[in-house]
């Protein structure tokens, strides 16, 4: 199942995965990511301690490829398995599993990869890259569902769709943006309507959390209000929705 894309932002230094499949629940299982480190998606067949060994690993400095190697080897069921790596760096690995359902491949650039599996053919995961290449003028969320709405205009899941989800870390271990589309018919839709919610005042509540550099975070609501303002008058001013 799934294809999805991991990247990190050249401008913030953020981490982002941006995934969507025929299957429940894809966000629950697939992504793992943390502030300053890097990230990673395990699909076809999960395995979600690829996504916890993967994530010690990233954070003792393990190149990208390094950990690709270390996880598939000590996996016996690696040949029905599917994974990519973004590290600190931006370097990025992956592994498509021999016995992953066709159509099945991966694409890795400098500081983004995408993968996937059980696909209509090369050309989604060949356009959900492009575009991501080409559309360094939307924000990095935008740009991330952008790019995966690029492959779903070339047939996505060979088996229909379901599911979606998008994380992105900046800072902190936790992430500024963690989105879920579980179960519904148009999941990429859905995930964009969930985005512009978030406009509403989450986004704000977001830039108010503790963080390591302050661990009182922004508790004057007031400012908060303010903020949630900017944001959508931001978004509005620009025709888009901006993270």
């Known amino acids: 199942m799934t294809w999805s894309i991991i990247a990190k932002d050249t401008e913030t230094g953020a981490f982002g995965v941006a995934v969507t499949t025929k299957f429940f629940a894809v966000g629950a ?5 943390s502030a300053q480190i890097g990230a990673l998606a395990t699909q076809a067949l999960v395995n979600p301690l690829y996504g916890y060994d993967g994530l010690k690993l990233l954070a003792e400095g393990r190149s990208a490829e390094e950990i690709v190697m270390v996880l598939t080897a000590g996996d016996p069921g690696k040949d029905q398995r599917q994974l990519h790596v973004i590290d600190r760096e931006g370097r990025t690995a992956a592994h498509t599993g021999r016995n992953c359902v066709d159509w099945c491949g991966h694409l ?14 090369p050309t989604v995961i060949e356009a959900t890259l492009d575009t991501f290449k080409r559309r360094t003028d939307l924000p990095f969320a935008d740009r991330l569902m952008a790019s995966l709405d690029s ?11 379901q599911s979606a989800a998008i994380k992105i870390w900046r800072t902190e ?11 519904h018919p148009e999941p990429l839709q859905e995930l964009r309507r969930l985005y512009g919610v978030a406009h509403e005042r989450f986004l704000a509540f977001m830039e108010a959390m503790a963080t390591r550099a ?6 004057d609501r007031s400012w908060i ?4 303002r900017e944001i959508q008058e931001k978004a509005q001013s620009i025709g888009s929705i901006s993270v």
């Open 29 to 33: 299982l697939c992504p793992y990511g």
């Open 108 to 121: 890795t650039d400098e500081g983004v990869s995408v993968a996937g599996n059980m696909l209509a053919g």
């Open 151 to 161: 492959g779903q205009a070339e047939g996505g899941d060979k088996r229909g769709k």
């Open 173 to 183: 271990p936790y992430p500024v943006l963690d989105l879920r589309v579980d179960d």
């Open 214 to 219: 302050n661990p009182g975070g922004i508790t």
């Open 225 to 228: 209000d303010q903020r949630a």
